[in-house]
């Protein structure tokens, strides 16, 4: 996600914006810049990669300057470059923007843009702002801010400046941090506290639809409607180790907290109700979409989970027979496919070296390949035929949690798409799938608040050395990545079984107390689950439950359960998965495992 730094004061900017994004590099970037009024106009530098590549272009050729606003890019929308870089400016340069988010109606404004005779320079959506403001502007800043945020949709925070109010730095957020710093006779903004950590404690949080407007001896809040609001000032105790992971112990807690965050990012511009599902820029005709007789998932380990949700998803919309296999068996088998067959991998990093060659190994044979993955730029995201990203952010823990929940609605949407266009599935039905989609993120933040339900059922089975987890349908896909969850950071041997293949075998090794995790979400196989739950009761296990509010009986039959918010069953794994990654989580901290560097893994592996 990217990050952005602003400041206004009497010290040279330069420095205080590279030290400022250096802390904010945690976050994850592939490219940065800065815009600096040098007491004439506004400079502008911007590399691509890393933040040294563009402190050393400022110490080759300084620029010096009171005032500016810096930026780290993770790119969604365009490949990392020089142009893709923040900041973006208008036509003559005198409006500068950084933007952390996703404007979702950028086309649109873009075209109007166009329109009206402003030229693009870059691929991404933030660079309709400046030239917004340049649009609306008449002599004050403030007011062309708040009419550009009438006219956009989306999650962003900005930083502005402008040469021809250079006494002035604006900034505004909705749906993405941004913090203000106080100083004497200085001012700061900044995606993060860290970034200012080495000037000010005392920081302004600033709320969604809030506008700060920062001189260097002053800072206003605003209202959208121009309002003035007084704050309190929050004054930060604690280091800037801990502020990189929010406040939380790990990376990996973070991140699953911002999973309710990232399942609306992805669905944004691309889930809307009323209106056709996209696909980004990827063009499927209604001929190309019928010629389409087989579709291929590929992955690897939790991205081949979200695969297996997937085949789930499409054969049951769309109607399409879906394969899926894991990508380093898959390069290997001689796969019958053809131009006929589409095949979709799936990669978190992009790089995943079997993910890759399975691409290579299907586009060699004639099919089109999507790839579905998280960072823009990537191998997989260069070299597959058309891409659909998963807007989830950089996701530093090594065990997957928030790209695995966007993955899951990346084949949701996929699902969707075939079977509007294949017309399999009634407007109505898809409506309704739609909204219950739109609602998983608030629900998802309820599963949240069950987290202390989870850490006492941790505390339970923490010192256990075998456990089971099963399921039936999408709860065995689930299931498995539960299962997953909990080798790679507590080191627990533990197995995923389909429920109702339990007694071909695997119910030998039941005894007095073994753990099974059991999944239960799936209305249409409630009984069945019951059932196969009471086989593993018959034979003494100690079985923890996870289901719908509504299924309260299961405790009739159980140890314990954990009831989740309902959803359709078909939605049911984004929401079911998040008590798995919290019991894995608080089992690695009071096992005293390594929670975001667990032994033996690689957050990227491309090695074969
Ligand atoms: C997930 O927790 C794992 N660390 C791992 O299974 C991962 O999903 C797999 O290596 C695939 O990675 P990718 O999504 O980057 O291709």
Excluded at 55 to 76: F, Q
């Amino acid at each position: 996600m990217c990050g952005i730094v602003g400041y206004i004061g009497k010290k040279d900017a330069s420095p205080v914006l590279i030290s400022g994004l250096s802390k904010l590099e945690y976050r994850g970037y592939d490219s940065a810049g800065v815009a600096i009024f040098n007491g004439d106009k506004l400079e502008i530098v911007k590399r691509k990669g890393r933040l040294k590549n563009l402190s050393d272009a400022l110490d080759a050729e300084p620029v010096h300057g009171n005032a500016g606003i810096g930026h780290t890019r993770w790119a969604t929308h365009g490949e990392p470059s020089d142009v893709n870089s923040h900041p973006h400016s208008n036509a003559d340069g005198s409006i500068c923007v950084v933007h952390n988010g996703i404007i979702e109606n950028y086309i649109k404004l873009r075209e109007f843009l166009i329109s009206k005779g402003y030229k693009f320079v870059s691929e991404t959506d933030t660079e309709v702002i400046p030239h917004l403001l340049d649009f609306f502007y008449e002599g004050d800043l403030l007011e062309a801010v708040r009419k550009v945020l009438g006219e956009i949709r989306g999650s962003y925070a900005f930083g502005i400046i402008t040469s021809k109010e250079p006494d002035k730095l604006i900034a505004v957020r909705k749906d993405s941090p941004l913090i203000v710093g106080l100083g004497e006779g200085e001012n700061f903004i900044a995606s993060d506290i860290p970034a200012v950590l080495n000037y000010t404690r005392d920081v302004y949080l600033l709320n969604d639809n809030e506008i700060a407007v920062l001189t260097k001896d002053d800072i206003k809040l605003y209202t959208l409607d121009g309002k003035e609001i007084k704050k309190e000032v929050y004054h930060v105790t604690w280091d800037a180790e801990a502020a990189e992971k929010g406040g939380y112990e790990h990376f990996m807690m973070k991140e699953i907290h911002e999973q309710p965050k990232v399942i609306r990012d992805t669905m944004a511009s691309r889930v809307m109700l009323g209106e056709p599902i996209t696909l980004d820029k990827i063009k499927l005709t209604k001929e190309e979409i019928a010629g389409i007789n087989k579709i291929y998932i590929v992955a690897c380990g939790t991205a081949y989970h979200a695969g297996l949700v997937g085949k789930y998803a499409i054969e049951k919309l769309a109607r399409i027979p879906v394969e899926i296999d894991i990508a380093s068996e898959y390069r290997y088998r001689d796969p019958i496919i053809d131009k006929n067959t589409l095949v979709i991998v799936v990669s978190q990093s992009g790089e995943t070296a079997d993910t890759l060659a399975a691409l290579r190994e299907s586009k060699a044979r004639g099919c089109r390949v999507i790839a579905v993955t998280n960072v823009v730029g990537s191998s997989v995201s260069r070299e597959a035929s058309d891409v659909l990203y998963t807007l989830a952010g950089p996701e530093i823990a090594v065990a997957s949690t928030k790209a695995y929940i966007t993955q899951l609605v990346a084949m949701y949407i996929i699902a969707l798409f075939f079977a509007e266009n294949k017309g399999t599935v009634s407007k109505e039905e898809i409506e309704k799938i739609k909204t219950e989609m739109l609602n998983l993120p608030d629900k998802a933040e309820k599963v949240l608040e069950l987290k202390e339900e989870v850490k006492r059922h941790a505390g339970e089975i923490y010192k256990e050395e075998d456990m089971f987890f099963l399921g039936r349908g999408l709860d065995y896909a689930v299931a498995m990545e539960g299962s997953l969850k909990l080798k790679e950071i507590s080191y627990i041997h533990s197995e995923a079984y389909a429920a109702g293949e339990l007694k071909h075998g695997p119910i030998a090794l039941i005894e007095e107390g073994t753990i099974m995790i059991t999944l239960a979400t799936q209305d249409y196989l409630f009984e069945k689950m019951v059932s196969n739950i009471k086989e593993v009761k018959a034979r003494h296990a100690h079985v923890i439950a996870l289901a719908f509010e509504g299924n309260e009986d299961i405790e009739k039959t159980v140890d314990s359960a954990v009831f989740l918010p309902r959803t359709i069953d078909l939605l049911a794994p984004v929401l079911s998965v998040i008590p798995l990654q919290l019991l894995s989580y608080y089992i690695s901290v009071m096992k005293g495992c390594d929670v975001d560097k667990p032994r033996n893994l690689a957050k990227s592996v491309t090695v074969e």
